[in-house]
Each structure stands twice: as C-alpha cells, then as structure tokens.
C-alpha cells in the first residue's frame, strides 16, 4: 500500500503534468477507503482529469467520486502543489490522521494550512 507521501508525490507529478492522460472518470473527489471501507481522507482536486490521474496511481483503496463527503470528515488541511502552484483541500476521518498524514511533505507539496478540527 503506498503512504500518503508517496501519493501526495504522485499528485504533484500529475499537477506537474508528468503523467499520460488516462479516461476521464467521473468526479474530482479522491476518497480513500480503510479495508473496511470506511472513508478515511479526501483530496479535492481541480478537475475530473486530474482526480483520474491520481486514481490511476493510488491503488485499490483511493476512487473518485462526483460527490464531496468532505463534510462528514472530523478535520482539514490544505495543500499546496507546486509547480504548477495548485492549492488542494484535503479532509481526514479525525485530527490524529490529519497530522500523521501531513507530518512529512513529499518534495513540490507544502503544507499551507494545518491540520485543524472542522
């Protein structure tokens, strides 16, 4: 399973645009699933295509979906991608996945906004 260093990496590379352009799929939410399939972080990223990017790279555990269940997530972070300079909000199942989340940035993402209870 990769860790979230590794598919915020990932995520980087797509913004930087060093990624093919796979179909699009619906929905620009990335939420990732425990093995029980209970949510347990969402990305919202720019746009369908970018989410799918993303997809293709993260494993079983991480789908796009055309709907947001930001609001039932306990905390929030945002991201900053660099290049190309895109923020991302990121939403956790509670703070204490939040932090161990964003404790370490992969090289181009910058934590810009902490962890913080919703």
Known sequence: MPTIRQ????G???LAGCASQPPSTPGKYLVYRDAN?????????????????????AGRSARCQPDSIGSAMQAKATLMYNPPG???QSHYADLARCQADTRTMAPGVQLISACAVK
């Open 86 to 88: 895109v923020p991302v």
């Open 12 to 14: 980087a590379a797509v």
């Open 37 to 57: 399939g209970t949510p347990i972080r969402q990305f919202d990223y720019p746009n369908n295509d970018f989410c799918a990017k993303v997809q293709s790279a």
């Open 7 to 10: 598919l915020i990496l990932v």
